[in-house]
């Protein structure tokens, strides 16, 4: 049974995305989100196949009518992707699609035959990464410095490396902290509601440019609005989206904070070409590992551990303010490659031009979903949310803050580009020009460890952030 935090996140994924009906997958679980009566194909004779099979399948499934079996299109060009309708998306709740299950299960015996994957369930790919974040964001009086605080890097500040933040985009006076005076990138298409309250995960891009900022100064950082719509997106447009951030050229690392788990080992269909074409380009992918504290792979981070491309991507778990163990809400798993400071972080959000407000979505619970007994992000610091009021008794009024600037955030969203912003330090300060082997040879002779469910795990650690006290819950 998903957690009641994943079903508030749930229900606000679907009114951003209010034309596309959505179900819980695989089951009313918390591993991902999907697009009902929908799945995905390889354009081409693949998609024919699929077809094929999955009608011939439904003539033989009572309750399930082939006629239903038809391109949704339209199809993409460079990510090659073909979505096939194979039943009625109204039909059943959000506890999972029977069409699509059937859908899944046509294939199996052909993909069997050939070793290869045909068909693919479409995902929802969200910044909230597995749809619950590691918590809401918290103000912090502008007289305080950001942690990690920006860096003193040597090297030749002309041998800028370039790194790409895909993400929600940036806020409107983002320019107005000194650390971000030089990035450039997409605004945010709506920053605030009718009634001027800023709207859920607004500043999440901005936030995450701030990190690799203040941790690699002599960095030119583009941001780019890819994941705008309350940073969820369909993986059918996702590998598009991703084509058109590099559009203007392919930058030396990428930060990307979203991904989905989809309960395969084998990626996301409808990034594969996107990934293809990462490997044979110099590039570094630095990829979140997501906030459901679960071992499942989480992609497009978990690409990190295919050979083919674990050279290209650098997957980032989340530690705990203390730096000495991992975040309660982090991924893990022999996939994650690297943790990096995630909880708890001080950076840019929004609010300097004008102090903008904030009323939280999500309530705080005794009972964390993470099971952890220190002082996580599920129980504090406490909010009563507005997505809650059902579960609360008696209903509580929904807590209101004011940013100002900075903010206290925490999620394997932020310790990514803390580990891209390394990275890219390390470029500068040693004259490395291959990110690819600039995060080798971090890793090889800078990482520290820490303590993951067990594990010790190497940890990148900036030499300007400051643990935060971690106390019991």
């Known amino acids: 049974m998903a ?33 009902k009566g929908v ?3 390889r354009d081409g004779e693949e998609a024919q196949v699929v077809e094929d099979a999955v009608r011939s399948h439904f003539t033989a ?13 339209p199809h993409t060009n460079r990510s090659g992707i073909t979505r096939i309708r194979v039943g009625d998306p109204g039909e059943g709740g959000r506890a999972g699609d029977r069409a699509v299950a059937g859908a899944l299960r046509a294939l199996r015996e052909t993909e069997g035959r050939t070793g290869r994957r045909l068909v693919s369930r479409n995902h929802v790919v969200s910044i909230a990464v597995n749809a619950c974040p590691g918590d809401e964001p918290v103000p912090v009086a502008r007289a305080e410095q950001p942690n990690p605080a920006p860096a003193r890097t040597g090297g030749d500040p002309g041998d800028r490396v370039g790194v790409l933040v895909i993400d929600t985009g940036l806020t409107h006076d983002y320019r107005s902290y000194p650390l971000l005076a030089r990035t450039e990138g997409d605004v945010q298409v709506r920053e605030t509601d009718d009634e001027g309250v800023l709207q859920q995960y607004v500043g999440h891009g901005t936030f995450i440019a701030g990190l690799v900022a203040a941790v690699a100064p002599h960095t030119d950082v583009t941001v780019r609005g890819t994941l705008n719509d309350a940073g969820a997106i369909l993986e059918s447009e996702f590998g598009d989206r991703l084509f058109d951030a590099v559009e203007d050229g392919w930058p030396d690392i990428i930060s990307l904070s979203a991904g989905t788990s989809n309960g395969r080992l084998d990626g996301l269909l409808g990034v594969a070409a996107f990934m293809e074409e990462l490997r044979v380009r110099d590039t570094l992918l630095v ?32 530690l705990r303010g203390d730096g000495e163990f991992g975040a309660c809400f982090s991924n893990h798993g022999s996939w994650v490659k690297v943790f990096a400071p995630g909880e708890r972080l001080v950076s840019a959000l929004t ?34 949310g507005v997505l809650s009021e059902a579960q609360q008794t008696p209903p509580g009024k929904p807590d209101q803050v004011m940013f100002e600037g900075l903010a206290s955030w925490s999620g394997t969203s932020f310790a990514t580009p803390v580990a891209a912003g390394l990275v890219a330090a ?5 004259r490395v020009g291959d990110p690819r082997a600039a995060a080798r040879e971090l890793l090889a002779v800078h990482a520290d460890f820490a303590e993951v469910r067990g ?12 643990p935060v006290p971690v106390g019991p819950s």
């Open 39 to 41: 799945v995905l194909a």
């Open 287 to 318: 990829a979140a590992a997501g906030n459901n504290a679960s071992a499942a792979p989480f992609w497009p981070a978990a690409y990190a551990s295919s050979p083919d491309h674990a050279d290209a991507v650098l997957s980032v778990g989340a």
């Open 61 to 73: 499934t009572e309750g399930l009518v082939p006629d239903h079996v038809r391109r949704a299109g």
């Open 455 to 466: 594990a010790h795990v190497p940890a990148l650690l900036p030499p300007t952030w400051r």
């Open 351 to 384: 609010g300097f031009d004008t102090p903008v407000p904030y009323v939280y979505q999500h309530s705080t619970y005794e009972t964390c979903r993470y099971g952890f007994t220190y002082s996580c992000t599920c129980r504090s610091p406490r909010h009563t």
């Open 426 to 430: 390390h470029m500068t300060e040693n």
């Open 3 to 35: 957690p009641q935090r994943f079903h508030e996140q749930f229900d606000q994924i679907q009114r951003s995305l209010p034309d596309v009906p959505l179900a819980m997958g695989p089951d009313d679980s918390a591993e991902f989100i999907y697009e």
